[in-house]
């Protein structure tokens, strides 16, 4: 397990910046921790880019973020500690001194490296082969 960073929205944010924010992030697969501060301790709902986008779409750019995914109703995974985030589940909140840090999520797939044959195989694919227009220095 390993922790990955987030993008913190707070649940008083209204829809419309919280749309422009989420433009330009960099992968839909960012994790996005929408923060709800009610009661003694915030409660922390864990979406991804493109799930809070989705969820977004059909609300006026004036609605909280937590009327517009109906976050009073949504049961949130509690926080962990960087300790004991080995041992959480993946899309928990890891927090630090009361701050949020991240969350917990799967180890990266390891990526297999190219061997000897994979370069072969590569180049009996290329189209160096096929005929190239004249304009590229073929006979055409």
């Known amino acids: 397990m390993r922790i990955e960073s987030v993008i913190a929205i707070d649940a008083a944010d209204t829809v419309g910046p919280t749309r422009l924010r989420l433009l330009t992030a960099a ?3 960012l994790p ?4 709800a501060r009610t009661g003694e301790a915030p409660s922390y709902h864990v979406f991804d880019v493109a799930t809070l986008q989705a969820a977004m779409t059909s609300h006026l750019s004036a609605t909280p973020l937590r009327d517009a995914l109906d976050l009073a109703t949504t049961a949130a995974p509690g926080p962990v500690s960087k300790h004991d985030a080995k041992a959480a589940p ?5 927090v630090e001194n009361g701050r949020l840090i991240g969350v917990v999520a799967d180890d990266l ?3 297999k490296e190219f061997t000897e044959a994979d370069m072969a195989r590569g180049d009996a694919t290329s189209d160096t082969k ?3 227009p004249k304009w590229l ?3 055409d």
């Open 90 to 94: 993946a899309g928990s909140p890891v």
């Open 109 to 111: 797939p390891e990526i």
């Open 27 to 29: 992968s839909s697969r």
């Open 130 to 132: 096929r005929r190239r």
């Open 32 to 35: 996005v921790v929408v923060v």
């Open 137 to 139: 220095g073929g006979k």
